[in-house]
């Protein structure tokens, strides 16, 4: 997953408040919501609900930690 897919799942998960599933590069895995996404001179940063601010350099792999709710479209 490169870099800026993992900055659009983060940012959906900002826009629409829903909780993502974050792998790190250097071990380790949690899910939790996030707040914010910031670019800054030492890189882009995502601010987490739960969990401290970090680079988002240093995570490997993230996505919405459950599925989008199925909409019918109106139809049966």
Do not use: N, Y
């Not at 250097?26 to 001179?41: P, Y």
């Amino acid at each position: 997953m490169d870099r800026c897919d993992v900055i659009d799942v983060l940012e959906e998960s900002v826009t629409l408040k829903r909780p993502v599933t974050v792998e790190l590069k250097g071990g380790g895995h949690f899910v939790d919501r996030a707040r914010d996404v910031v670019t800054a001179d030492d890189g882009e940063w995502v601010q987490f609900h739960d969990h401290d601010r970090m680079l988002v350099d240093d995570i490997a792999f993230c996505a919405p930690a459950e599925p989008p709710a199925a909409s019918t479209g109106g139809k049966s």
